[in-house]
């Protein structure tokens, strides 16, 4: 049997900003990815697969986060690009 995965998304999140439902999502997917390394790596191609949509949708999803200041992007236009979730959002 395949292993499920799960995305966590804070009641905040959805609670206290006007996220479309798609930056919601992300905001899940990142999170679950960054667990591991504290960072998310994927690359839209990735998350636009996920998600079912296209890489610029991802783009825009991406900079609604940021925009909130919900993530941090290291390198943003390197292929070595790293995903941060703010500290805010960790409980730290």
């Not at 697969?49 to 986060?65: P, Q, V, W, Y």
């Not at 992007?73 to 941060?84: A, D, G």
């Not at 979730?85 to 730290?92: A, E, K, N, Q, Y």
């Amino acid at each position: 049997m395949k292993k499920e995965n799960f995305y966590m998304i804070p009641e905040r999140i959805i609670n206290e900003y006007k996220l479309s439902f798609g930056a919601i999502l992300l905001y899940g997917i990142i999170y679950s990815l960054s667990k591991p390394r504290g960072y998310a790596y994927a690359n839209n191609e990735h998350y636009s697969t996920l998600l079912k949509c296209s890489n610029r949708t991802i783009t825009k999803l991406l900079n609604e986060l940021k925009k909130d200041r919900i993530i941090f992007i290291e390198n943003p236009r390197s292929f070595k690009r790293k995903i941060y979730v703010t500290d805010i959002f960790l409980g730290r």
